[in-house]
């Protein structure tokens, strides 16, 4: 099997179930997800990707935050934003093990449900994240924050891709938000501005940028 029909193979295999949310379903998610919530108190959200360069939300307060227990991985299948579904990208997820370092935002408790209606809309089309309230250490402290994790349950899950089909995915995808190279090296600049290190996202950089251009 080529490099090439072993690509084809995961794409065929990775839109075997793939649906969207109904917005009854998302809707009992967020519901869920504010189940603990009292109305007055102000919410935390972690960011660790493209919440850090194009958050979209007004917030109070932003802090450096390390989440325990969780890394940033390009673990998820995109068929639509940076991707199709005949030929998807690959965007970040936080998966399991490690840790990883990123953003806190405080919301307002006054604007919680109109920005958690929108931050659904963004990060829960399909559901291959689990909403969870994770402890995260910041200078300031700890504080609880909501965090899309990767529900490895999931067909949208991506696991035991070496280098070499990662990096091959990430140059050919394209979808309604642009090249997924594109997201990947924004990700990667927003993390380094904001002075957060992230070595395999590094390595990985390196070698998009020495080899030719993302290929459309």
Known sequence: MTASDSLESLFAASGASFRLLTEEQRQASLDTALAHWNQRDDLWVYGYGSLIWRPEFDFVERRHALLRGYHRSLCL???VNRGTPERPG????????GSCRGMVYRIAAADVPAIFNELWKR???SGAYLPKWLACATDAGRIQALAFVMDRSKDAYVRDLTREQLIAIVRDAHGSYGPCSEYVLETAQALETAGIHDHKLKIIVRELKTLSGPQH
């Open 90 to 97: 690959l965007v970040f997820g936080l998966d399991a093990g």
């Open 123 to 125: 990060e829960m089309p």
């Open 77 to 79: 299948w995109s068929r």
